[in-house]
């Protein structure tokens, strides 16, 4: 569907509730709900987290980023804004280096009206919409920053690229806020082995159940083919079928809907703790051509036709917060099946 549909947050802004919302958000701070790990630390005065984080936001970089699915990157990129720390430690994580090097990442702290001035300059290079990659533990933060620069001017679609390891009760205060999820959804278990967290399928599985209700399963686009709302869920395929597709699979199609847009990525490859710990030998090569195709199969099998899958041979452009390349390895899945 075409639309030229302005985001939702405009709407919340000009009925004075988007400041609420922010308000009710930052209140889960004082003791962190913030996602399921529920520690329960004072962020609001600055006590670190379980993922090591405390009140300000982190970024690592931002950049306009040409390596999401097309509908996102377009001709000038996905306006992207790459959060440090993660409330998750997975041993094979492609940006392990912003994510699990926290003494690190403390010297990338910003205020809110700075995370806000990213966003307009994102906008003012001509960005398609601000991709806020991985914002589970910075949800409070990231939605002052929306609405200081909403007042400011911003009307780009908000983008929540996330681990899908979410609090339902903060995706329910993104409702309006949020224009496009973009979830992983990692396992259908093995979560603590590799991801270091309990329930891990649980946990995400009703935070993607929330994302639909908000949603639904219809992709709206604008004139010139962008996403500005919708749900794209990323399927990364691991070796030895560690990721659970098919199980993944059969449950967006069941308890979701089959027309649910999937991204299916090809692109793993073994780096940190999956390239040296022995523990951990299973993730420790790319994935098999074989792998790849039973994976593609899985998609034909149940009818699902919506979304963007990597070209196997293509997948070696990986997603990192310096890639820039206009190549995007991704292709619709109605064109790779036709």
Known sequence: MSTNQSPKYLELLAENKLEERVEALEELLRACTVCPKDCGNDRSKDEIAACYSGRLPIVSSYTAHFGEEPV???????????????NLRCVYCQNYQISQTWKEQKKN????????????????????????????????????????????GLR????????????VEVLRLLDGIVDI??????????????????????????????????????LIFDKDGLLTRGLLIRLLVLPNDIAGIEENLRWIHAELSPRTAISLMAQYYATSKAATDPRYILLSRRISEREWYEAV????????????????????HYYRPDFTDKDTPFKDVRDFKS
């Open 109 to 152: 702290e910003i205020t809110h009206e700075r995370l806000a001035g990213m966003m307009l300059e994102l906008q003012e290079r001509g960005c398609h919409n601000i991709g806020f990659v991985s914002p589970t533990h910075f949800a409070p933060q990231m939605a002052r920053a929306i609405l200081i620069a909403a007042r400011q």
């Open 156 to 167: 780009l679609p908000i983008v929540y690229n996330t681990n899908a390891y979410d609090s």
């Open 72 to 86: 996102l990157s377009g001709t000038r990129g996905a306006g992207n804004i790459f959060f440090g720390n993660c």
């Open 297 to 316: 199969s899985l998609l034909d099998e149940l009818g699902m036709e919506e979304g963007f899958m990597q070209e196997y041979e293509s997948a070696s």
């Open 181 to 218: 999820y973009l979830p992983d959804l990692k396992y259908a278990d093995a979560g603590f082995q590799f991801s270091k967290v309990r329930d891990y399928a649980i946990h995400a599985r009703a935070a993607i159940k929330e994302m639909y209700r908000q949603i639904g399963d219809e």
